[in-house]
């Protein structure tokens, strides 16, 4: 430390010794170094601010569970995402639109217990697993084809956005039937939200 260090040191012990804390906090701090503290404390609070709204989730419009072991990315869902947010449109009315791509295949009995769920893209194992337990509804119902002897779900395999995820998750793994799940007709969940599935499921299928 330097020899003007050490003064001022020494004063600062010698104020606070002789006429309190108290005194030395308002007539010597807050005198010199008041309005940089200040300036220091809010330069703080903005940025933990700042950090806390850039880690909370957005308001989603919309949720859709993709039900496969598969690991997928954001870069990989990209797309999906993009004809899904284009389909359902500003549902809550905030001006943007965002779509929750939920990619689960160890969880997919608590997204299915979510009401905002109403469409989910599952590999042929969950689809039958979840159908079989009477999960869905039947999806002639909203006006899509029934998969053979399984009319809880519709085969989008040929929709080229869904080849495309296919080929990157693998033949067994890929997320090739969709599922509607309509709380609704349990009084439960949102129409909006059946009707956005409806209109997701068109535009994935008609996808380019």
Known sequence: MSEMGREIREGMKKVIREKGFGYWFKSVFLYHYGKLALALIIAAAVAVYITAEGMKEPDFDFSVLIGTNAEIGYAQTQELEDIIAAAVGDLNGDGEVH??????????????????????????????????????????????????????????????????????????????????????????????????ALRALDAIIEAQ
């Open 99 to 196: 779509v929750n791509l939920r990619v689960d295949g160890a969880n997919i009995q608590l997204w299915l217990s979510q009401p905002e769920f109403a469409l989910c893209l599952l590999s042929d194992y969950y689809s039958r697993i979840y159908g079989e337990h009477d999960f869905f509804d039947s999806v002639e119902n909203y006006g899509f084809a029934p998969d053979g002897a399984h009319p809880y779900r519709t085969d989008i395999s040929y929709s080229p956005a869904i080849a495309r995820l296919a080929e990157l998750t693998g033949s067994e793994e890929a997320p090739v039937y969709a599922c509607i799940c309509d709380w609704t007709t349990v009084g439960k969940g949102k129409a909006e939200w059946t009707q956005a």
